[in-house]
């Protein structure tokens, strides 16, 4: 089955997110006269969202007293400081240009609320050339379900094979290989450090944008 639309997830994936978050996190710090974190801290539990990074800045438990009030000033900030330092990882803006030479659609399936996906697209002059945004706001369950890849196919009007889904976390490769997508694993992304994409189960693993054109240009060969 020919390849026609490739989706991405977005942190870790489409876009470094990592510095939002890090200078978010640092600012609380700094607010309560606390020295910096290790921006690494932050960085490696990126993809565990808000409840890790503020458990990791903090050092507090997420059932300790004044998790829940620094978890929501987190989401405070970050819905003001959403897109100020995040950029696509160096490669992406043109493997985007390559898919949309070869007339291919792509996308973004996240488990970011939209409240935040949606500005962030927008900011990056991307949500226009994007064929598809799924949010955890649009589906009843989040990746690893295979929810929102079906959705995404749906709307996109194509057969799971007919898709690849690149992701930087086991949730992605889960969600797209039980939705029956084609999957991409990358290396680049924000993996924790006991965590290894070789053993996720996807078809291919990648450690760098730009290699992705060679996945691309086998699947339209139909090779």
């Given amino acids: 089955m020919r390849l026609r639309a490739v989706l991405f997830d977005m942190d870790g994936t489409l876009l470094d997110s990592a510095p939002d978050f890090i200078a978010i996190t640092q600012a609380m710090r700094e607010a309560r006269g606390l020295l910096p974190v290790a921006p690494k801290a932050i960085a490696d539990v990126v993809s565990g969202g808000a409840r890790a990074m503020v458990a990791a800045a903090f050092n507090c438990a997420i059932d300790s007293a004044e998790f829940e009030a620094l978890r ?25 240009a390559d898919i ?17 996906a949606e500005p962030i697209m927008q900011q ?65 992304g924000y993996i924790h450090p006991d965590d290894n994409p070789a053993h996720w189960g996807a078809d291919v693993l990648v450690d760098h944008p730009l290699k992705l054109r060679a996945v691309l240009d086998r699947a339209l060969c139909s090779c």
Wanted: glycine share 8%.
């Fill in 124 to 188: 990056l002059g991307l949500a226009s050339r994007s064929a598809l945004l799924i949010c955890p706001d649009h589906v009843k369950h989040t990746k690893p379900d295979p929810e929102p890849m079906l959705l995404a196919c749906q709307q996109l009007g194509l057969q799971p094979g007919e898709i690849l889904f690149v992701g930087d976390d086991l949730r992605d490769i889960e969600s797209g290989r039980a939705a029956g997508t084609r999957t991409a694993a990358v290396s680049w």
């Fill in 72 to 96: 929501l000033e987190f989401l405070e900030r970050y819905q003001q400081h959403c897109a100020v330092l995040t950029r696509p990882y160096d490669g992406i803006p043109e493997l985007l």
């Fill in 100 to 116: 949309e030479k070869a007339n291919l659609r792509w996308g973004v399936v996240t488990n970011k609320p939209v409240r935040f």
